[in-house]
């Protein structure tokens, strides 16, 4: 798939800028709209009001949710004059690979409650501006199919330890085998967290099939079944809820994550600087910084506030990446500067998936990175190597 081309003797931001002038001059739009809260705004009239709730929601009271948009405002970007930005250049090296830009499509479930073609809309609209898509064990697709409708584009597997080992094994396997080239694993989910609004809706999608593919195409999942989930979907799912968590875990079962790929391991959901030196010490290859967007534990810190301190413990030994209330490019741009490397976006695109399918995923993404090269320029900035604190100011405000 052909990456989406812009003009290379302007900015990328400019020419995406341009791009849609261009377009009014034309009486037509993009598949969505620029405003962010316009775009939620018509995520929410296309979606089911459970589906729009599961997305959108956060734990408890979402003080969470809320304390990581605030977190982005307490930083205030500090722009340099008359330096030469004639020429930008958005990309980042990671995990040893070359990468377009710092940003990835970060991982969510359940994608078909959102779109009928559910992550394969997500995977080739990633695919086609070369940024890697990370997958979600509980998706509406399989492992194999997504890796299929992405060719050789970047992508990565992101995996939700149950109980099961064999299973789990399985699912590695599976991701190596299909071309998947990290593996990222959740740890801030032993349990789900206390979600007011599903709970109002009573609503689960997992408990109705739905963000199961990866388990239902399984063959050790599958074995452990009396019938074929065709013929007993209820047995399936009952099968799915005995084993998809797992509380028990530690520090020391990562071990059998090592013996079972050869992938580079990250771990999500550190917070804490002390975490983030023992993951240093277990030898994976990098860690994000991320509270699951404000959907675990309600009144937890913001993610952005945890970054400087793991940054710090992991002293550059390994990358440290961000995910958790990435809206904008100035949020991009802030979390680089407080030394991640790159960061993830689930949210943005996913309204971009319920609006517009595929083409919307692409538009949000390509508004983000456009929005993103802007500040950087804007700013007195060309690469996001040049970024660090000293690009920011800590507000006095609360």
């Not at 074929?228 to 809820?241: G, I, Y």
């Not at 100035?330 to 971009?352: E, N, P, S």
Request: proline letters at 6%.
């Amino acid at each position: 798939m052909e990456p989406t081309k812009v003009n290379p003797a302007l900015n990328p931001g400019l020419a995406r800028e341009l791009e849609i002038y261009q377009l009014g001059v034309a009486a037509k739009k993009l598949s969505i709209p620029a405003s962010l809260a316009l775009l939620e705004q018509k995520a929410k009239e296309a979606l089911d009001p459970r589906a729009y709730d599961y997305v959108a929601g956060g734990a408890g009271g979402e003080d969470t949710m809320r304390a990581n948009l605030q977190a982005f405002h307490r930083w205030r970007i500090v722009p340099r004059m008359l330096r030469n930005v004639s020429v930008t250049d958005m990309s980042i090296e990671l995990l040893g690979a070359k990468l377009p830009a710092p940003v990835l499509l970060g991982p969510v479930g359940v994608q078909g409650i959102v779109h009928a073609e559910a992550e394969l809309a997500t995977g080739r609209a990633a695919a086609s501006l070369g940024l890697p898509f990370v997958l979600s064990t509980v998706s509406s697709q399989p492992i194999e199919k997504v890796a299929q409708t992405m060719g050789p584009a970047p992508r990565w597997f992101q995996l939700y330890w149950g109980k099961n080992p064999e299973l789990t094994a399985s699912m590695l396997q599976r991701a190596e085998k299909a071309g998947y080239t990290a593996l990222v694993v959740t740890l801030d989910t032993s349990m789900l967290g206390w979600r007011e609004r599903d709970l109002q809706h009573g609503y689960l999608p997992f408990l109705l099939a739905e963000g199961l593919s990866n388990y239902l195409t399984d063959a050790v999942f599958r074995s452990a079944l009396r019938e074929p989930p065709e013929k007993d979907p209820v047995e399936a799912v009952r099968l799915w809820a005995s084993i998809f968590t797992n509380t028990t875990l530690t520090w020391n079962d990562l071990a059998f994550l090592r013996q079972h790929t050869r992938l580079p391991i990250l771990l999500k959901g550190i917070l804490h600087g002390d975490d983030a030196a023992r993951a240093v010490d277990c030898g994976v290859e990098g860690v994000i910084v991320s509270n699951h967007g404000g959907r675990q534990v309600d009144g937890a810190i913001a993610a952005l506030d945890a970054l400087p301190g793991v940054v710090k413990a992991v002293n550059g030994k390994i990358p440290v990446l961000f995910d958790s209330g990435v809206r904008r490019g100035a949020d991009i741009m802030k979390a680089l500067a407080l030394g991640a490397r790159a960061v993830l976006v689930a949210r943005l695109y996913i309204w971009g998936l319920a609006v517009a399918g595929e083409a919307g995923v692409r538009d949000a993404m390509l508004n983000l990175l456009a929005d993103f090269d802007l500040s950087m320029a804007l700013s007195g900035f060309t690469s996001p190597r040049e970024l660090s604190p000293a690009a920011l100011q800590r507000s006095g405000q609360p």
